[in-house]
């Protein structure tokens, strides 16, 4: 357990102050919204509002997957989960793989005391459900009062630890029955290397209704590993830093396969980058590491108001584009510039 808790300490303290962000952007930039210059309405009429998995949330925001246990990570978990339940966003915990190793750290992802009404995404690696037993699936979800569960993918990450997985064979199948069985909606999610269009297809071919796309442009876990290791030992951290599939490309692919749910993760800093998102057609997007940093730098106030500022750079956009609600976001006039559409070219 010692060196999952080690391990956790290094991605905070990496995450908040490490250089270890993607060299190359989520490509939102080259996604172009229509201005509106009678957009007809008044900006109070602006709906930023939208329902996921049976929870309705003021604005299409994710308090994205960072971090547990360890009591850091408890008092960080608390902290924005508490601002969830405030601002009425949803809240995803880090991986649960702590709890497999030891139960006694679930009270560091059991957010329910001060999140009572939020939605909560639970969290669990692909290799490690295809080690259990889906009653032990359910109770890890269920135990910290998750309204769905996140089973990520992190090949690449895992490559850069000396001590990390190397057997990923199964886990679409596993990702499948755990769909069909669990009484809970479950995300497959990346972990920053996006997802393309052929994977897109195979997760909803076995079942999986639901996607958050974790693309590249944010925090590159590989990079964030990388740092982690001697000098010597970080040569193929280092070549694959930037590797993986900008979170543009991933949610147009997404959109493509027909997800019921598509969250944008992956370098979304702005309420514009929110929007170009759902523009795209996902339902809501995904923010992490720059919640992170502002809860370090000014405390709650600090990750409030850097959230209130997104929330309202939102239904600027939304506005602007004469968009009243999310649905109509959806439909909006837009343009794809270059690279964004050499990624999403049919092939």
């Not at 979800?141 to 064979?169: K, T, Y």
Request: hydrophobic letters at 45%.
């Amino acid at each position: 357990m010692a060196d999952i808790a080690s391990r956790k300490h290094d991605h905070l303290d990496l995450s908040i102050s490490g250089d270890v962000g993607f060299r190359k952007t989520h490509l939102l930039e080259c996604v172009e919204l229509l201005h509106d210059a009678l957009p007809e309405m008044r900006l109070a009429d602006i709906d930023t509002s939208v329902e996921l998995f049976g929870k309705k949330l003021r604005a299409p925001i994710i308090i994205a997957a960072m971090t547990g246990g360890n009591d850091r990570a408890k008092a960080i978990n608390f902290e924005l989960a508490s601002i969830a339940e405030e601002c009425g966003f949803g809240f995803g915990m880090g991986s649960q793989r702590a709890m497999l190793v030891n139960p006694d750290v679930k009270d560091t992802y059991s957010v329910r005391s001060v999140a009572p009404t939020a939605l909560v995404f639970g969290n669990l690696g692909g290799v490690q459900a295809s080690k259990l037993e889906m009653v032990e699936v359910a109770d890890l979800a269920h135990s910290v009062g998750a309204d769905a569960l996140c089973i990520h993918l992190n090949p690449a990450m895992e490559l850069v630890q000396p001590e990390g997985d190397r057997d990923f064979r199964g886990i679409l199948g596993v990702l499948g029955r755990i769909s069909g069985e669990l009484r809970l909606p479950v995300i497959a999610k990346e972990t920053g290397c996006g997802i393309s269009a052929s994977v897109a297809k195979r997760l909803h071919n076995c079942g999986i209704k639901h996607v958050d796309v974790s693309g590249a442009g944010g925090t590159s876990w590989v990079a964030v590993e990388s740092a982690r290791l001697p000098e010597q030992a970080n040569n193929a951290g280092q070549a694959f830093r930037d590797w993986g599939i900008p979170t543009a490309p991933s949610v147009a692919y997404c959109c493509q396969a027909g997800f019921e749910t598509i969250i944008a993760t992956g370098g979304v800093t702005s309420g514009l980058d929110v929007a170009k998102a759902v523009a795209l057609g996902a339902h809501a997007a995904g923010i992490a590491r720059p919640v992170l940093q502002a809860f370090d730098n000014g405390g709650r106030q600090g990750a409030l108001q850097h959230l209130r500022r997104i929330e309202g750079e939102l239904r600027m956009a939304m506005f602007l584009t004469g968009s009243r609600t999310l649905t109509a976001l959806r439909t909006v006039e837009r343009r794809i510039m270059s690279p964004l559409s050499q990624w999403i070219l049919p092939v």
